[in-house]
């Protein structure tokens, strides 16, 4: 059974800068992976924010970011707002349409 | 504009079935795909399964291998997931994502809770 892992919860201060990870059980993390980034506020759908690694959707804020780090896939949050505090998601494709999410992480911002 | 609009809200006995619809619009249907995901009360997201609008193949996760089904219409643009044999853990908000080439889930349904309980 495939895991995925990311950092149960993250604290950041208002304008500060903070990295979200997404590790699998498999290994490290590539751009074969196609690693994706959602947000979802309480009571609300997810919003899909980062795809293929780093590729941005028209609605994504510009402060959101994409990369590979050490292994995994990881989604950088610079100058943060107080709207950004939310639960942050990942997903990560295995093939043959297949697709595994990461455990989320709660950030706060405080 | 582009959107996924689900069915409402259902309630079932443990050992029944659900059937929750996702109507497309705004979009070529058959050029994409469409995944479920649900989310139980409290808890993080869980991928179920994948189906082509353009022929219909699929992919399910192994924890729900052969209790789901998931089927397209295309003559609505209208994407359908049935769980059957439902039990209480079944409880959960669920979820249609629009799947692109780029392997995104770009746009979701509103979400469908279903409430197993007897």
């Known amino acids: 059974q495939t895991v995925v892992t990311q950092e149960p919860s993250l604290t950041v201060s208002p304008g500060g800068t903070v990295t979200l990870t997404c590790a699998s059980s498999t290994g490290a993390v590539t751009s074969g992976y196609y690693p994706n980034w959602f947000q979802q506020k309480p009571g609300q759908a997810p919003r899909a924010l980062i795809y293929s690694t780093s590729n941005k959707h028209s609605w994504t804020p510009a402060r959101f970011s994409g990369s590979l780090l050490g292994g995994k896939a990881a989604l950088t949050l610079s100058g943060v707002q107080p709207e950004d505090e939310a639960e942050y998601y990942c997903?990560?494709?295995?093939?043959?349409?297949?697709?595994?999410f990461g455990g989320g992480t709660k950030l706060t911002v405080l | 504009q582009v959107q996924l609009v689900q069915s409402g809200a259902e309630v079932k006995k443990p050992g029944a079935s659900v059937k929750v619809s996702c109507k497309a619009s705004g979009y070529t249907f058959t050029s994409y795909g469409i995944s479920w995901v649900r989310q139980a009360p409290g808890q993080g997201l869980e991928w179920m399964g994948w189906?082509?609008?353009?022929?219909?193949?699929?992919n399910y996760a192994q924890k729900l291998q052969g209790r789901v089904t998931m089927t397209t219409d295309t003559s609505t643009s209208t994407a359908y997931m049935e769980l059957r044999s439902l039990r209480s853990d079944d409880t959960a908000v669920y979820y249609c994502?629009?799947?692109?080439?780029?392997?995104?889930?770009?746009?979701w349904g509103q979400g469908t809770m279903v409430t197993v309980s007897s």
């Open positions: 189906i082509s609008a353009y022929n219909g193949n699929t």
């Open positions: 994502a629009r799947v692109t080439i780029t392997m995104t889930f770009d746009i």
């Open positions: 997903l990560l494709y295995y093939g043959g349409a297949h697709w595994v």
